[in-house]
């Protein structure tokens, strides 16, 4: 199906901005670089690294990795509300994102407080498929090594493999976790596989870098929100995101 059957497009929301707001459309860019995060704190963190102020016309805050401008936005959690951000923010000129989140880890080895670079998605979820993408979306390869490259240079331990895109966290069965174990995966969370796909269709750049924050590797489900393995996990990250879109990963 061509781009003009659908309805609703994202071309569609910047001209809804530029008619509520008065605003011409150079008015209304954002720097290539952007940073999707799920998190208040993540966001919070990122904007005070980055130096970051706040977007006076769209929900995000723009400042400077390095010599390289950079747009950091919180999604609400779920594949449907991260792909409209992305979908948003690309039509607003971002090319190249960097998602940052939690994940539930499926191997018992992998514990909270971990890092997980994913490396391939089983979608499970509603969006991925709307989006067209194929069985095992994947991150683009460049900037998924930036992310690697810069972990390896601050020292940060990190585990390679699979993630489990679902959108019914209720329904993870036990099953389905090990039979996804076996092939691979090793996280699970609710966004990578949607967003990737849509990177795909719109010819953007996209990878994603996860925190562990509980454990599905065993009979029970064990959580770890605030658990200060947890937020020391995420702080080490969040100083690989801001290396990776510095450019100082390459």
């Known amino acids: 199906m061509t781009e003009s059957r659908f309805i609703v497009r994202p071309e569609h929301f910047t001209r809804y901005l530029r008619e509520t707001l008065g605003r011409r459309p150079s008015d209304l860019k954002l720097p290539p670089w952007g940073v999707i995060v799920f998190g208040g ?25 390095g010599r390289n401008p950079a747009v950091v936005a919180r999604s609400s959690i779920g594949a449907p509300a991260a792909a409209i951000t992305m979908e948003e923010m690309a039509a607003l000129g971002v090319r ?16 909270i407080g971990d890092v997980v ?89 996209a990878a994603s870098l996860f925190v562990v924050s509980d454990e599905l590797g065993g009979d029970d489900w064990n959580a770890g929100f605030r658990d200060p393995a947890f937020l020391a996990g995420k702080r080490k990250a969040l100083r690989v995101v801001v290396d990776v879109v510095s450019g100082s990963s390459r």
Do not use: H
């Open 41 to 65: 704190d993540d966001l919070r963190t990122l904007a005070r690294a980055l130096r970051a102020r706040r977007v006076p016309w769209y929900s995000a805050f723009v400042g400077r990795a």
């Open 117 to 205: 670079v994913p490396t391939f998605a089983v979608p499970d979820d509603g969006t991925s498929r709307r989006y067209g993408g194929p069985r095992k979306p994947r991150p683009g390869t460049v900037l998924r090594d930036a992310i690697t490259t810069a972990c390896e240079r601050r020292n940060v331990p990190f585990t390679l493999g699979g993630t489990w895109t679902t959108d019914a966290v209720y329904r993870e069965s036990l099953s389905r976790a090990r039979a996804l174990g076996r092939k691979g995966v090793v996280a699970v969370e609710m966004e990578a596989s949607a967003l990737w796909a849509v990177a795909r269709l719109r010819r953007l750049q």
């Open 96 to 111: 190249r994102f960097l998602v940052f989140g939690a994940c539930g880890s499926l191997r018992k080895d992998l514990r």
